[in-house]
Every structure is written in structure tokens, then in C-alpha cells.
């Protein structure tokens, strides 16, 4: 039995595609994900899979007011 190593970053993004193509598919798009402005990481993410920012705005849910970024996938 062999078994592969992979990174929790490495099946995150294998995730992230494959929901776009399923999506893609399905005809459900175009679908926005919305992320914390200060989330480097996610937004980044979101940026190389090919999304583009077309929404910002004021999330104060939580009792603190943070801004948050739309990533549009189409």
C-alpha cells in the first residue's frame, strides 16, 4: 500500500478547482465567494484561481466592522 503526502494548502486548492469546474458545468455561474479584505491569503487565492474583485463592502455581523471583497468567478 502507498500512501502520498499532501499539504492541507495542496488539497484546498484541488478543492477550490474543482468546485469552479462543477460549478462551471452546472451552469451556476457566475457565483461570487466574499473573504475578509485582510485575509492575504484567501484573496490570493481567489486571484490565481481566476477571480475578479467586484464587490466590497462593510461586514459588521460579528459586532466589528471588517471589509470584505467579492470575488466574482464567471
Known sequence: MHFMAISAKSLGISC???????????????????????NKTACSLYRKLGGKVKNERIDDRSGIAHKVVGYVFS
Open 16 to 38: 477550490c478547482k474543482w468546485l469552479i469546474r462543477f460549478l462551471k458545468d452546472q451552469g451556476l455561474l457566475p457565483y461570487i465567494i466574499w473573504a475578509l479584505e485582510q
